[in-house]
T-cell receptor
Framework: GNSVTQMEGPVTLSEEAFLTINCTYT??????LFWYVQYPGEGLQLLLK?????DKGSNKGFEATYRKETTSFHLEKGSVQVSDSAVYFC???????????FGQGTRLTINP | DAGITQSPRHKVTETGTPVTLRCHQT?????MYWYRQDPGHGLRLIHY???????DKGEVSDGYSVSRSKTEDFLLTLESATSSQTSVYFC????????????FGQGTRLTVV
């Protein structure tokens, strides 16, 4: 089946620290991969995506590379800000008529 | 922002009463979804729709029903609300293809007392 596993949170960092949130997946075929972000009191919004192996998605200083050999899509940012505090969800779309599959979410808190 | 509106945004209801949540879109997306979000559980799919009058169950569908009589509206009904259905409910829409993302509404916070 299709599944997504994220590193458990919460994650707490100081401002300007380097961020990695791990995401690995299991899928039949060649899925598209997504990172969503949820700020307090809001719905999820797309942060970045990659639709094929070796693609790198990037947005707002965040990056993630689709690694087929390790079935991973780790989220990274070189220098986090307090405003990056949110919950981050990794997701995959298996293709065909199937549905998005979400990870459990990782709560990130950045302290000044 | 994608044109997706959930109503109501907040609701408190009593155990045993019926409750209907509405999701309205202006994007003409084929797929619509209802999720619930609870601490420690992430997002869990309740029901989804792949077209007018075409719906299917998700992983936590017990106690919920849905209807989609128009492309733009997807209704979630709790026939007889229970305290375990206290949650934040999110509607999402998508084209359904592998390359495009889903767009989420702002959520409805439902409290069953």
């Amino acid at each position: 089946g299709n599944s997504v596993t994220q590193m458990e949170g919460p994650v707490t960092l100081s401002e300007e620290a380097f961020l990695t949130i791990n995401c690995t997946y299991t899928a039949t075929g060649y899925p598209s991969l997504f990172w969503y972000v949820q700020y307090p009191g809001e719905g999820l919004q797309l942060l970045l995506k990659a639709t094929k192996a070796d693609d790198k998605g990037s947005n707002k200083g965040f990056e993630a590379t689709y690694r087929k050999e390790t079935t991973s899509f780790h989220l990274e940012k070189g220098s986090v800000q307090v405003s990056d505090s949110a919950v981050y969800f990794c997701a995959l779309h298996p293709g065909g008529a199937q549905k998005l599959v979400f990870g459990q979410g990782t709560r990130l808190t950045i302290n000044p | 922002d994608a044109g997706i509106t959930q109503s109501p945004r907040h609701k408190v209801t009593e155990t045993g009463t019926p409750v209907t949540l509405r999701c309205h879109q202006t994007e003409n997306h084929r797929y619509m979804y209802w999720y619930r979000q609870d601490p420690g559980h992430g997002l869990r799919l309740i029901h989804y729709s792949y077209g007018v009058k075409d719906t299917d169950k998700g992983e936590v569908s017990d106690g919920y029903s849905v209807s989609r009589s128009k492309t733009e509206d997807f209704l979630l009904t709790l026939e007889s609300a229970t305290s375990s259905q206290t949650s934040v409910y999110f509607c999402a829409i998508s084209h359904g293809d592998i390359y495009t993302e889903a767009f989420f509404g702002q959520g409805t916070r439902l409290t069953v007392v």
